[in-house]
């Protein structure tokens, strides 16, 4: 018997939402302790890695192991159907399929065969982040957005007073900086100096992915290192990582 309840859609529709982003099928693992999810996109350059203890939702439920998988475009639609209010079960009897319920004020009860995987869980890199900043999530979308008009990758720079922001290409050049006591920058923490240069398009997906359940990212890096997003999903620690590599002529 496997059984997860959220009380409202916020947060499987941004995990929906996320996952999107990367792949076409799912594998979710639930244990005891929670319900967790990681997979990496076919050109291996991202990854999205999912926690919900079981304490960050109203109900959950797992006398067993027990893990499925699904088509995504399955989950985006169905959790699409939810209102913002709705609550959310997920439940399971069998591993041929689970069953998804949707509530408020009336009961809409859905059944969606699961697949089989076709690929074993991502690794999750070991890292040490030399650069730690929490920012709001609209200032790290506009700021992407404004380095857009002249190139599809940003190279980020930190200094202990100082986060920029700069592309160039034929177009032109773009750069970008937010002091540490603006208000869009909720903590910077510098221990080196750190530069790295990622995809544009990358880092506004999985941002406005995430723009129903988060206002702020924390953002961690190193010079010439993958970049570390988190996005809470709620105060009771359920959460996504996102990491993406940099690109390689930084």
Known sequence: MFLAKTSSSQEWKAVAAAVKTLVEEATFDATTEGLTFRAMDPSHVALVDLLMPNSSFEKYEADKPFKFCLRVEDLVKLIGRSDAKDSVEIAADEEEAIRVTLKNGYRREFSVHLIESSGGAAPLPKLEFDTKATLTRGIFEKLLSDVSVVSDQVTIQASKERLSFTGKSDVGKADISLDKNDADVLELQVGTESKATYSI??????????????????????????????????????????????????
């Not at 990358?202 to 990212?217: C, E, F, P, Q, R």
């Not at 010079?223 to 002529?249: M, W």
Request: aromatic fraction near 10%.
């Open 201 to 250: 398009d990358y880092l506004i997906g999985i941002s406005k992915a995430m723009g129903s359940v988060s206002d702020t990212l924390l953002m961690e890096y190193s010079t010439k290192k993958p970049v570390r997003l988190e996005f809470k999903l709620n105060d009771q620690g359920a959460r996504i990582h996102y990491f993406l590599a940099p690109r390689v002529n930084d």
